[in-house]
Structures are given as structure tokens and as C-alpha cells.
């Protein structure tokens, strides 16, 4: 019989000054909410656990508490003392940790999502790292700024290696032991064995579990009270998560065993039922809707899809408003087929074909398993490169963005030309490479920059202006709002029916 036990006590016995922990989960789905908030408040309370090192791959954050701020999840963790370290694909969701980070209270490292995703097996495996060339001449590169976010991150030194593996630049993430990992199921029964089958997403809750065991670390899970069952009343087919692996169980409330951030149960996210697409509202006429209607023009039938965070969440809806088939969108976190959820519920998926690990989904992308990609433009300069990871002082991170565009052939950013405010997206140079340019000429990308008022393209010698919008002026309503001057030779209309309050006829 497994150990159930209360969170805080799982803290008290489990969880000790300067271990490294590792957390499974995507943005709000499959968190261990509960053992975030007892973390928290045992630092609170008694000064300890302290000086943690914090192991996540994916997005991890975004939970509010009643006043509308973030303080959920992760962010629970952001007690200045509780945490040393943290190594994440990704801090948006994260801003109380983000603060940490540019106050320089905590070493902080930015990752490819997709790296740590699969950095778990060879952790699990025993082996000594993963090798891969995803993260070349991005921020990430050693000869760039090894992925280290501030002072403390360079003091203490880098979690990634430049190496040469058969007369080519590779980079080798090294493998990080685990002490305690902490995940989340559906359903737990009396042996330790945990299903998944009311969830979104799995993120890398099998591979998590086995490094941290491997390691001879341990792995807490946490369970809604009314889904901890008999040993026996599970289908074997459902069980994620061996019980073997788990040392204890943790009984938590329905307010820490959420779906996402936005959703306590959507059968449609989990695909234990399918919803008609058509109930889906379509997306008011507006900028956000001319960006998503003009990459979807990008889409060729048998195409598999990426949508990225923010701006390509867009893409779904007009895909489902257009009735478009014959492709397959798919997401980071492990979902392939249906469409894309967005907003707080963003990293699950309406109607599913099937939930892999998110592990093996970036086995796939890495592998180019994807035709198509459409992920945010945050800033891009002269070169091509684009940033969306790092502004002033804001850490964003990565996520799977660099996974991706790295291995894509088609790639397509998308974003307002112009920031809130009139500010320019279009600089001399980015703040941090998130995507380099000069890899994709390497190896022969086709890249687009799509706006609600212009279209660019990506060429050896720089940005080149294709298309604009109808009664936009050039020379009025682009350059003055660029830092450069792209090249341009054959500019073009865009197609008006983008413009028009109507079906597009797409399909």
C-alpha cells in the first residue's frame, strides 16, 4: 500500500533544504497545486524548505488567486530564500519568479522546452545528457549567452556545453539529478498507480517520475480527495504512471486538482466527449483576426501544424469558423488533432484525436515531423532574427520556440506590426535571439512575418516587404515605424477578403 499523507507533512518529510525538485504540468494543467501551497507555506512559516533548485520544462504558472493576481502554481514558490535555482523553458506565467530573476536573487536559466522535456529520459536512463543541435546560435548557444538570464546564473555557471560530435557544432544539455519530484493525476489507487484519462495534457509526467526514482529521489503525486481508489478499479490501459514509482499520495480539494487555469473539467479538453466545432464563437473582426485569417492561407491540405502561445491561438478559430479540413493541428504539450484551446485554458485541445507525452511530441518536432509552424512575433530586426523571450525587464523564456522554428519548413511569426502604444516590433536589433536567422538561411527554411498591415519574407540578404494591406502607404504607414528599411522589389496586395466581415471561403 502506497503512503497517503497530508501535504504538509509529505514537506516535512520529503522535501529538504537544497534539494532540487522537479514539477510536471503545462501553463495550469496537471499541476501539483497542492503541494505548491504547502511549500510555501512551510517557508512561511518555519524558514524551510529553503535554497531549492526548480526543475520544470514547460510553461508553468498563470493561477489567480480572487484579486485577479497570479500567485498560483509555481509562482507559490517565489519566496525570496525558498528557492536558489530555477531552470524553466519558460517564465511568463511566472512573473513573482521573473522578479526573483532580475533582481538577481535567485540563479535563473532559460532552456528550450523541448531540451528539458526530453533531458528527463536521459536523466531516467542514467545517461549523461542529451545531445542535440536545437538552441544553436540562439541566446542559448555558449558562444551567445548560454541560456543564463542574470549575474548569479554566470556565477554559478552553465547548464550547457558546445561540443563537436562528428565534425558538426552540437549542444550538450548535461543531465541534472532529482531529488523530489511532484505531479498530479486523475485518479490514484491504493498502490501508487496513476491514471490521467480526466486530463488535457500529460506534459512529461512518465519520464519526470522515472528520473527523479532513478536518481533515488522520490515522487509525490497529488490526487482530488473523492479520486484516490481501490487497488484494482483502474484500467490497466489508463495508467500512466506505474505505482512502483510513487512514494506518497497527497489528498488534495478540487481547487488544486484543476484541468487549466480557465476550466475545473472540460470533457472536450480530455476527449472523453467531442463537441460540435460549430459551437465554438467565432472571432470578432479585428487585427488579431486579419494576422490569423492570413496565416491560415499558409495552410495546405495534409499539413501537420504547430500553433504557438498568444497571437497563433487565433489560427484555430479561423479554422474552425472556415470549416477547413485536412490538416492536423497539434501542440507542444502532447495533443495532436482538434482544435487548440487559448487563453487560460490555453495548452489543451477541443476534441482531441489523442494526449502523447509531451516528451515524445518534441521527439517529433525535433525529428521535423512538423510541415508548418505559427508561433508570435514579439520582435524582429534587419537580419530576421526574432526575439520573444527577453524585454528589458521581463524574462518570458523561450518554451518550445526554438524546438520548433529550428525544425519546421515552413515558419510562419505573426504579431501586430507596431507594440501597444505605436511602439516599433521592426529594430536595427533584437534584445535576444530567439530565432536565428542566419541558421534558417543555413538550412533552407521558408520563413514569413505576418502582420495586420504587411507581409514579409525571410532571404539571405534580410527582410524583404511582399505584401501589404489595402489603402496602406509604405512609405506613411511602414517605414516610419521600422528601424530598418527592408528590401523590396515585388510588393503586393493583400488578399481583401481578409479585410471583410465575412467567411473567407477557405475551405
Do not use: W
Not at 474 to 493: A, C, G, H, N, S
Amino acid at each position: 500500500m502506497v503512503k497517503v499523507m497530508t501535504a504538509e507533512d509529505a514537506v516535512k518529510t520529503y522535501i529538504k533544504d537544497g534539494m532540487t525538485i522537479a514539477t510536471n504540468g503545462f501553463v495550469g494543467a496537471v499541476q501539483p497545486e497542492g503541494m505548491m501551497r504547502a511549500i510555501q507555506a512551510s517557508f512561511l512559516r518555519d524558514g524551510t524548505p529553503r535554497n531549492l533548485t526548480l526543475l520544470h520544462a514547460a510553461g508553468q504558472g498563470g493561477g489567480k488567486d480572487a484579486e485577479g493576481n497570479v500567485v498560483g502554481q509555481v509562482n507559490r514558490l517565489a519566496e525570496e530564500g525558498l528557492l536558489k535555482c530555477v531552470i524553466a523553458g519558460h517564465y511568463s506565467l511566472a512573473p513573482r519568479i521573473q522578479k526573483l530573476a532580475m533582481e538577481n536573487k535567485i540563479a535563473a536559466y532559460n532552456m528550450p522546452q523541448g531540451c528539458l522535456s526530453e533531458l528527463f529520459r536521459e536523466i531516467a536512463s542514467g545517461r549523461p545528457g542529451l545531445l542535440t543541435h536545437v538552441g544553436l546560435d540562439t541566446f542559448v548557444d555558449p558562444d551567445v549567452e548560454a541560456g543564463m538570464l542574470n549575474d548569479k546564473a554566470r556565477e554559478a555557471g552553465s547548464y550547457v556545453q558546445k561540443v563537436s560530435f562528428n565534425g558538426e557544432d552540437k549542444l550538450f544539455y548535461p543531465s541534472i539529478p532529482i531529488d523530489v519530484t511532484l505531479i498530479h493525476a486523475s485518479y490514484v489507487d491504493t498502490m501508487g498507480n496513476c491514471s490521467l484519462e480526466r486530463e488535457g495534457t500529460l506534459a512529461d509526467i512518465l519520464p519526470i517520475a522515472q528520473a527523479a526514482y532513478n536518481s533515488g529521489g522520490k515522487v509525490i503525486v497529488t490526487v482530488e480527495k473523492s479520486h484516490f481508489v481501490q487497488y484494482g478499479t483502474l484500467d490497466t490501459r489508463l495508467i500512466q504512471v506505474p505505482g512502483i514509482y510513487i512514494e506518497a499520495v497527497v489528498l488534495v480539494d478540487q481547487a488544486c486538482a484543476r484541468q487549466t487555469n480557465g476550466s475545473y473539467h472540460n470533457e472536450a479538453f480530455s476527449g472523453e466527449k467531442k463537441i460540435p466545432l460549430s459551437a465554438m464563437d467565432p472571432m470578432p473582426m479585428g487585427a488579431r483576426k486579419i494576422i490569423a485569417r492570413r496565416c491560415a492561407m499558409e495552410l495546405k491540405a495534409g499539413d501537420v501544424v504547430n500553433l504557438g502561445i498568444g497571437m497563433p491561438e487565433g489560427i484555430a478559430n479561423v479554422v474552425a469558423e472556415e470549416g477547413i479540413e485536412g490538416m492536423v493541428l497539434t501542440t507542444e504539450s502532447g495533443t495532436i488533432g482538434g482544435v487548440p484551446a487559448s487563453g487560460g485554458d490555453f495548452g489543451v485541445t477541443t476534441n482531441p484525436d489523442s494526449i502523447i507525452h509531451q516528451s515524445f511530441q518534441f521527439d517529433f518536432y525535433d525529428g521535423g515531423g512538423l510541415d508548418i509552424a505559427f508561433l508570435g512575433l514579439a520582435q524582429c530586426d534587419s537580419h530576421g532574427n526574432i526575439n520573444v523571450s527577453k524585454f528589458g525587464p521581463k524574462i518570458a523564456g523561450c518554451g518550445g520556440f526554438i524546438n520548433i522554428t529550428q525544425n519546421t519548413p515552413v515558419v510562419i511569426f505573426c504579431g501586430t506590426f507596431t507594440v501597444k502604444g505605436g511602439h516599433k516590433k521592426f529594430l536595427r536589433d533584437v534584445e535576444q535571439i530567439t530565432f536565428s536567422a542566419e541558421f534558417a538561411n543555413k538550412t533552407g527554411q521558408k520563413v514569413l512575418y505576418v502582420t495586420e498591415c504587411c507581409v514579409f519574407k525571410l532571404t539571405k540578404e534580410g527582410v524583404e516587404l511582399i505584401e501589404v494591406a489595402p489603402d496602406i502607404s509604405i512609405e506613411k504607414d511602414i517605414l516610419p515605424f521600422m528601424d530598418f528599411t527592408p528590401i523590396m522589389k515585388d510588393v503586393r496586395l493583400m488578399d481583401e477578403r481578409i479585410f471583410k466581415d465575412e467567411v473567407m471561403g477557405l475551405a
